[in-house]
């Protein structure tokens, strides 16, 4: 994927490797924001610190190639702008490797919360570990799903709750 931006977008070579070397400094400088610590424990890092850059920048994309789908599917099906962005953001999280984007989200028509935004990336693999062991039995979360703005909320919650143990 990449690889397509860099050709399709005409990055060159030297663009790419400051873009590496920057990901690089994120990786060794994360800072958690307050807010977020109590989500994660000594195995979120040790995860953290086992993934290579290229490992990290594939998880960036791939999320966004997901939004990107499901935002064009709302379109499609005929939803505004407005409610394709609220669709996608209760659907498909953002993470965070720097604590200044923590904030940055979709503008939207959605009023955000603290809880709403970026979660840090230290904690996908027990997201994706939590939706991989209930994928069958999802629909017992939906009341939670359609209460909270973001799914940054709704995982939020599932950890505050005890349902992601930390």
């Given at each position: 994927m990449f690889k397509f931006i860099k050709n399709v977008l005409g990055c060159s070579n030297e663009s790419t490797q400051v873009?590496?070397?920057?990901l690089r400094k994120k990786m060794e400088k994360l800072i958690l924001h307050e807010n977020d610590r109590y989500m994660v424990n000594d195995d979120d890092w040790e995860w953290y610190k086992s993934l290579s850059g290229d490992k990290i920048k594939n998880i960036f994309e791939t999320a966004?190639?997901?939004?990107?789908?499901?935002?064009?599917?709302?379109?499609k099906s005929g939803a505004s702008s407005d409610e394709?962005?609220?669709?996608?953001?209760?659907?498909y999280p953002y993470f965070y490797l720097d604590i200044?984007?923590?904030d940055e989200l979709p503008k939207s028509s959605i009023i955000y919360s603290d809880d709403d935004m970026r979660l840090?990336?230290?904690?996908k693999k027990k997201i994706d570990v939590f939706l991989g062991?209930?994928?069958?039995?999802?629909q017992i979360f939906s009341e939670?799903?359609?209460?909270s703005t973001t799914a940054h909320a709704f995982y939020r919650r599932l950890?505050?709750?005890g349902y992601i143990q930390n």
């Open positions: 873009m590496d070397n920057e966004e190639v997901y939004r990107m789908g499901a935002f064009s599917n709302e379109i394709a962005v609220k669709s996608v953001l209760k659907t200044n984007t923590r840090p990336l230290l904690i062991k209930n994928k069958r039995n999802f939670m799903i359609d209460k950890f505050r709750e």
